[in-house]
């Protein structure tokens, strides 16, 4: 089977990558909680987080974002010929916990050329879902992609 | 404590306090992610790239952004979760960038998922010590309702 190459010409709305799958620990929330200073106490208290809505310490929904960031990397060709990140947005419909395994879904639903003859923009739409198939996040993005020169 | 979600108005501005991206912080991310890209981590690789030089992920500014936010102590006790998040990257973050956040509350709404919440809409402004934008974009969170009685 032809390996997938991340060139423009080769993303298409047929085709579905699954990243591998992650299991998010205690020391990831740690991690995630000093590098960004995002240490609210629904993320980092059990006492706080009991009486909350949640019931629970929850994963902060950017961490989350941030572990998707990673697990896209994860699929292999598909950042081979990535040059930016142009817009992109996500929504958060449920939380995810400290001991949920999360995997990435790519679909890349449409792309269109633009007048550089060397990239091409392309869009990509991500789901992150958990263990129990729940959805986590979901994206829609665009990403400018370089082109196979010939 | 923080202010409940009665306390926003629309119109609210708020700047915050100032971050250097360092190397470290972008390693650090690299591992806690597993985005090692050369983009990132080699200086080999980007003398002849886009930019000449190492930059940080886009999605670092994101994160550190939250951050910065979470720091001006104004939903300490009563955040209760971001329901979506969108923006734009308009330049790259160079090790060594100082990072600012500037907030301004657009709205807010009552929550159907939870009553005892309502929803307050956020715009965010990354900006660098030369006061580009680094990205721009917008938000919903929850913030927690005063309790009645």
Redesign the interface.
């Known amino acids: 089977m032809r390996q997938f190459e991340g060139y423009f010409e080769d993303f298409s709305p047929d085709l579905e990558f699954v990243s591998p799958s992650r299991t998010i620990t205690e020391g990831?929330l740690a991690?995630?909680v000093?590098?960004?200073?995002?240490?609210?106490?629904?993320y980092t208290s059990d006492e706080?987080a009991k009486k909350?809505?949640?019931g629970k310490r929850?994963l902060?929904?950017?961490?989350v974002?941030?572990?998707a960031?990673?697990?896209y990397?994860?699929i292999q060709g598909l950042?081979d010929h990535f040059?930016?990140?142009?817009?992109?947005?996500?929504?958060?419909p449920n939380?995810a916990c400290v001991g949920d395994t999360l995997t990435l879904v790519a679909n890349f639903p449409k792309k269109r050329e633009i007048h550089h003859p060397d990239r091409g923009i392309v869009t990509r739409h991500l789901k992150v879902i958990n263990q129990r198939g729940e959805l986590i996040l979901e994206s829609e993005g665009d990403m400018m992609i370089g082109r196979r020169l010939s | 404590m923080g202010k409940y979600f009665e306390d926003f108005e629309a119109g609210e501005e708020y700047v915050s306090l100032s971050r250097t991206v360092t190397e470290a912080d972008v390693y650090n991310f690299a591992g806690f992610t597993h985005d090692w890209s050369p983009v990132h981590t080699s200086t080999e690789f980007c003398k002849k790239g886009l930019f000449g030089e190492r930059i940080a992920h886009g999605a670092i500014t994101i994160t550190l952004a939250e951050g910065l936010l979470n720091r001006l102590c104004l939903w300490d006790d009563t955040f209760m979760g971001i329901v979506d998040r969108s923006w734009d990257f308009k330049k790259p973050v160079r090790f060594g960038d100082t990072l600012s956040v500037k907030l301004k509350i657009l709205g807010k709404q009552e929550s159907d998922q939870y009553p005892t919440c309502g929803i307050i809409e956020r715009e965010i402004t990354a900006v660098n010590q030369r006061n580009e934008v680094i990205t721009e974009g917008k938000g919903k969170i929850l913030v927690l309702k005063k309790r009645k009685g």
């Open positions: 990831d991690n995630y000093g590098i960004s200073g995002d240490y609210n106490q629904i706080f909350s809505i949640y929850i902060p929904p950017l961490m974002f941030a572990v960031t990673g697990l990397g994860r950042q040059l930016a990140m142009l817009g992109q947005s996500w929504i958060f939380t």
